[in-house]
């Protein structure tokens, strides 16, 4: 499978030099991004389920009215 490219992001200096300053020694701006999308990713999907879970328990609850 060809692998993708996530878009470039123009952003204020400042934020490039925060990210900079808290990248881990050999780590490179490539590797964080991917594994800051890869954590944004996941946390969406568990909001996801989530929120799926209480719609799927608020309508148990007012079917039966047992919570």
Do not use: N, W
Not at 11 to 28: F, K, M, S
Not at 30 to 52: H, L, P, W
């Amino acid at each position: 499978m060809k692998t993708a490219v996530i878009p470039q992001v123009r952003v204020e200096p400042e934020l490039r030099a925060d990210l900079d300053a808290v990248l881990h020694p050999g780590e490179t701006l490539t590797e964080f991004v991917e594994a800051s999308v890869r954590r944004a990713i996941e946390f969406r999907r568990v909001q996801t389920d989530f929120a799926a879970r209480c719609d799927a328990s608020l309508a148990a609850y007012e079917r039966s009215g047992v919570s």
